[in-house]
């Protein structure tokens, strides 16, 4: 069953001409671990979802679907205020909590 995460996995494994098993040598997981991830069979762990995001450039919020916006870091004010309107209010309550254990964190 394919999953946001699945769909955009194997979207940025295309859009990069990266095969499954090139990526699972930069990952350090087998090739079938991929697969399943791309399938929707499994979800990786936090660690390998943030060094998927690290590696593509991208945000965990946008491989998880959270966000349309792949890189916060590269949109402008007006897309992110964009994105953040079309949420609901539970969402932004969790963008909210994150973001605060983020400052705690980076404190």
Known sequence: M????????????????????????????????ISRYETGKTEPYLPIVIKIANYFNVSIDWLSGVTDIKNWQKSSKTEIISNYEELTDDKKKELLRYSNYLKKDLK
Request: glycine letters at 0%; proline letters at 0%; hydrophobic letters at 35%.
């Open 2 to 33: 394919d999953t946001i995460f699945s769909i955009r996995l194997r979207q940025l494994r295309k859009e990069n001409n990266i095969s499954a098993e090139e990526l699972a040598q930069k990952l350090n997981v087998n090739k079938s671990t």
